[in-house]
C-alpha cells in the first residue's frame, strides 16, 4: 500500500463524511426543536406549497365556523321574540273569541278591547326591539347572507329571510267593540298566526342546516389539519432516532477523521 504525506484521502473522506453527519444533526435538532419537518422552503418546496393551502383552507373553516355560530345566535333572538309575538297572538285570540260571543256585554267589550290594543303595542315594541348588533330582525328589513363555507359558490353561503312580523303587517289593525268586529279580528289573527308560523318555520329550518353545517365544518377543519400535520410536521419518534444515530456518527466520524490525520505522522515515523 502506498504511503502519501501530501493528500490525506482518508482524511478528506472522513472530513467529508463528518461534515454531512453535522448538517444532518442540526438538521434533526432543528427538527425535535420546532416541531415541523418543514422549517423552510428548501426542506420541501413542494410540501411546503401544499401545507400552506391546507393551512389556508383551516383557516377560512375556522372563520367559517364562527359565522355559523353567530348565524345562530342570532336566529335565536329571532326566535324568541317570535315565540313572545306568538303566545300573545293566542292570548289575543281568546280576547277576540269572547267578545264575538253575544251574551259579552259592551262594557266587558271595551274592556277586553282595551287589553287587545295594549297587546297590539306589545307586538310593535317587540318588533322594534328585537335586534342583532344592531340589524332588526322582524321588522322585515333583515335578510341576511351567511358565509358558511371556505369557497365562493352558492353552496357556501346561506341566505336567511325571516320576514316582517309588525301588527301592520300580520292585519291586526281592527277592535273588540262589536261582535262584528271581533269575528274580523279572529280571522285576522288566524292570517297571522300563519304567518307567525311560516316565519317560525323558516327560522327553524335555517337553525337545522346550520347545525348540520358548523358539524361538517369541524370534521372538515380536523381533516385539513390532519393533512396539514402529516405534511409539515416532525414525527418526532423518528427523528429522536435519527438523532441519536447521527451523534453516534458524530462521534465516530471524529475518531475516524483523528485516526486519518494520525496516519501520516505514521509516515513520518518512518524517518526517525
Do not use: P, W
Not at 251574551?103 to 306589545?122: C, F, R, W
Amino acid at each position: 500500500m502506498a504511503l502519501r504525506i501530501n493528500t490525506n484521502i482518508a482524511a478528506i473522506n472522513a472530513h467529508r463524511q463528518l461534515v454531512g453527519t453535522e448538517m444532518a444533526l442540526g438538521k434533526s435538532m432543528e427538527r425535535l426543536s420546532s416541531g415541523f419537518r418543514i422549517n423552510r422552503a428548501a426542506d420541501d418546496a413542494a410540501g411546503l406549497a401544499i401545507a400552506n393551502r391546507l393551512r389556508a383552507e383551516v383557516r377560512s373553516l375556522t372563520v367559517a365556523s364562527r359565522n355559523v355560530t353567530e348565524a345562530k345566535s342570532m336566529l335565536n333572538v329571532a326566535e324568541g321574540s317570535a315565540n313572545q309575538i306568538e303566545g300573545i297572538l293566542e292570548r289575543m285570540k281568546e280576547l277576540a273569541t269572547q267578545a264575538a260571543s253575544a251574551n259579552t256585554s259592551v262594557t266587558d267589550k271595551a274592556k277586553l278591547n282595551a287589553e287587545y290594543q295594549q297587546l297590539i303595542l306589545e307586538i310593535d315594541r317587540i318588533v322594534d326591539d328585537t335586534n342583532y348588533q344592531g340589524d332588526h330582525l322582524l321588522d322585515g328589513s333583515f335578510s341576511g347572507t351567511f358565509q358558511v363555507g371556505s369557497g365562493a359558490q352558492t353552496h357556501d353561503q346561506l341566505t336567511v329571510s325571516i320576514g316582517q312580523l309588525d301588527s301592520a303587517t300580520l292585519g291586526l289593525t281592527g277592535d273588540l267593540l262589536s261582535a262584528g268586529n271581533a269575528v274580523t279580528e279572529i280571522t285576522a289573527l288566524d292570517g297571522a298566526i300563519d304567518t307567525l308560523s311560516t316565519s317560525l318555520g323558516n327560522i327553524g329550518a335555517a337553525m337545522n342546516r346550520l347545525d348540520y353545517t358548523y358539524a361538517n365544518l369541524l370534521v372538515s377543519i380536523e381533516n385539513f389539519s390532519a393533512s396539514e400535520s402529516v405534511i409539515r410536521d416532525a414525527d418526532m419518534a423518528m427523528e429522536m432516532v435519527g438523532f441519536t444515530k447521527n451523534q453516534i456518527l458524530l462521534q465516530a466520524g471524529t475518531a475516524m477523521l483523528a485516526q486519518a490525520n494520525m496516519s501520516t505522522q505514521a509516515v513520518l515515523s518512518l524517518f526517525g
